[in-house]
């Protein structure tokens, strides 16, 4: 193999002699490698067919805060840490046959939270920015107003088909992404009942752990969050300082595994592994107090990594027959949903680690499935004012500098933010790549703000599977919601016109039509 075919430049324009490296594939530099690929990806194209049956499982994939600069960053991250230049690297949602773009606004907001956005593609309405699970005639923090006004997610329609269903994310389960695919909230952060307000408690608002135990029967639920579980008095098993947070005295889990058989509640790694997915039909797992920590600084040994947490999900749900519905967020907090805190604090590695992570936790998940009886789709509630730019030669490190000097005569990262906790107050100092790689390392900004914000262009929806084809153009968010709901023929869809299930196909029907057709065959002969 060529690889690191190395060639170095010298800069024949500039006055200072600049040397960069480059390195690529030696093959590049002939017409004939681009012709071939792109003959290739033609034929590929040319044979991509519709499928036209029914989607037995349903799996969403939400990358919290992935925009398309995001995507793009944690592709070529995952080639340099295979040791690659990185652009030509493919992640697995790169190979997806069908893709749209998302319009990701609130019916409030310009710029959306994940609060109002999940509610539009879990559910297919779009709400109010911080609101979940109600349509955007409930204004954010008016509990009085939730009452008539509660949308219905997908989760919650594919339990009543029959189906499994189960939520997995890096953050707290009570996180607004996962919440929206069983709470009704008219404000995202009542996450326990001590963070209600009074006007919530006086109407008869249930915060969202009490309604993740309450609303929907949901089979697996994994991710971080335990603090809202349990009372005050109880003692966090792994921080002896933390203590739960409901001052109500309830035992959420307690109450969770109340009349279900074959259920379980685990905290920590080894009694995760120890969970045999064969003989447990409901599993509760909450890592952490609040969320799981990032992928970056995972202690292995007692949190599993959103791939494994995945992986067991897909077993306990796939022994149904009717199929199954499964939630996948990485939110970059716990083990996938943490792409969005890593960006929020202005650390680009963090949120690309974590990226990088998501997308092979959704190879994994292709393993574990077939692509002829599960819709998967991957998208991303909203993009960050993450940007991923300046002269940088091939296979620069996705947290290096630009080979050329700011106007300052000082390096600058290729990564940066438009805001956020980066801000440089004063002379903008200088950095290189030992400083910009460090872990902790947060990119400049122009602007100061403690939490850097969300970005307001479209995200990319990725999909593959039956009815994937149904993902085309530019789409309102809560697109995906009627898509995913479509293609599995749930409510309101349940009259849908759609072939029977691949897995279906070997059953009786089938096999009377085979013996009919070789009759024909033979007859004809
Ligand atoms: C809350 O919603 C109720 C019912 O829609 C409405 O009557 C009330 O004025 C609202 N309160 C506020 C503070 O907006
Ligand atoms: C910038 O630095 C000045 C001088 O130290 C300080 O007064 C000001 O508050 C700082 N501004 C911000 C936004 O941090
Ligand atoms: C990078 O910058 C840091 C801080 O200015 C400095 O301590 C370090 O020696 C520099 N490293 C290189 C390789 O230039
Ligand atoms: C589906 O079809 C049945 C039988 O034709 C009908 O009774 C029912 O109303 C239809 N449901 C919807 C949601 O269209
Ligand atoms: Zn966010």
């Given at each position: 193999m060529a690889w690191k075919h190395k060639i170095i430049f010298t800069g024949?324009?500039?006055?200072?002699s600049v040397q960069w490296t480059l390195s690529f594939s030696?093959?590049?530099?002939?017409a004939s490698y681009w012709n071939n690929k792109g003959n290739q990806a033609l034929y590929n194209a040319l044979n991509?067919?519709?499928?036209?049956h029914l989607a037995k499982n349903l799996i969403l994939f939400l990358g919290?805060?992935?925009?398309v600069p995001t995507v793009t960053a944690a592709r070529i991250l995952k080639g340099q840490l295979a040791?690659?230049?990185?652009?030509e690297t493919s992640l697995?949602?790169?190979?997806?046959?069908h893709l749209a773009l998302s319009k990701t606004y609130n019916v409030d907001q310009q710029m959306p939270d994940s609060a109002g956005t999940a509610t539009a593609y879990l559910c297919g309405v779009k709400a109010n920015y911080?609101?979940?699970?109600?349509?955007?005639s409930t204004p954010r923090?008016?509990?009085?107003?939730t009452f008539g006004h509660e949308v219905e997610s997908v989760l919650h329609r594919a339990k009543r088909a029959g189906k499994s269903v189960g939520i997995v994310t890096?953050?707290?389960?009570?996180?607004a992404s996962p919440a929206a695919n069983y709470a009704h909230s008219a404000?995202?952060?009542?996450?326990?009942?001590?963070?209600?307000s009074d006007e919530a408690v006086q109407n008869g608002c249930r915060d969202i752990a009490y309604q993740l135990v309450h609303n929907t029967e949901i089979n697996v639920i994994l991710g971080?969050?335990?603090?809202?579980?349990?009372?005050?008095t109880v003692q966090d098993p792994e921080y002896p300082t933390y203590k739960g947070s409901?001052?109500?005295?309830?035992d959420l889990v307690k109450e969770w595994l109340k009349?279900?058989?074959d259920a379980k509640y685990v905290w920590n790694k080894a009694d995760f592994d120890a969970v045999n997915p064969s003989k447990t039909n409901f599993l509760m797992g909450l890592f952490e107090p609040k969320d799981c920590r990032y992928e970056l600084d995972r202690d292995a040994s007692m949190d599993p990594s959103l791939t494994e947490m995945m992986e067991k999900a897909i077993k306990i749900l796939n022994k149904n027959d009717k199929g199954f519905y499964l939630f996948v967020e990485d939110?970059?907090?716990?083990?996938?949903?943490?792409i969005d805190h890593g960006h929020h604090a202005g650390q680009a590695k963090k949120a690309l680690y974590e990226t990088v992570e998501f997308d092979r936790a959704i190879g994994r998940a292709a393993e574990l499935t077939s692509e002829l009886d599960t819709m998967t789709v991957v998208t991303a509630d909203h993009s960050h004012v993450f940007a991923f730019g300046g002269y940088s030669a091939r296979?620069?490190?996705?947290f290096g500098v630009s080979r050329e000097l700011a106007d300052d005569n000082k390096k600058f990262t290729t990564a940066v933010y438009g805001?956020?906790?980066g801000y440089v107050n004063g002379t903008r100092p200088d950095v290189n790549d030992s400083v910009s790689s460090d872990n902790e390392y947060r990119q400049q900004a122009p602007v100061p703000l403690g939490s850097e914000t969300h970005g307001i262009e479209d995200v990319a929806i990725f999909a593959k599977g039956p009815?994937?084809?149904?993902?085309?153009?530019?789409?309102?968010?809560?697109y995906i919601a009627h898509a995913m709901a479509y293609a599995a023929c749930v409510?309101?869809?349940?009259?849908c016109t759609l072939l029977p299930n691949y897995a279906g196909l070997i059953h009786p029907s089938l096999l009377l039509h085979l013996i009919g057709l070789l009759f024909l065959s033979l007859c004809s002969v």
């Open positions: 024949l324009l500039s006055l200072i030696e093959e590049e530099l002939d991509v067919q519709s499928n036209l919290d805060g992935m925009g040791g690659k230049s990185g652009e697995v949602m790169d190979t997806f046959p911080g609101t979940l699970g109600v349509s955007a923090n008016n509990c009085s107003a890096t953050t707290r389960v009570q996180h404000n995202r952060g009542w996450y326990g009942d001590s963070d209600l971080g969050g335990r603090q809202y579980m349990f009372p005050t409901r001052n109500d005295g309830q009349n279900k058989e939110k970059s907090d716990c083990f996938l949903g943490r296979g620069n490190s996705v805001n956020g906790p009815m994937s084809h149904l993902f085309h153009g530019v789409q309102e968010q809560s409510e309101p869809y349940v009259n």
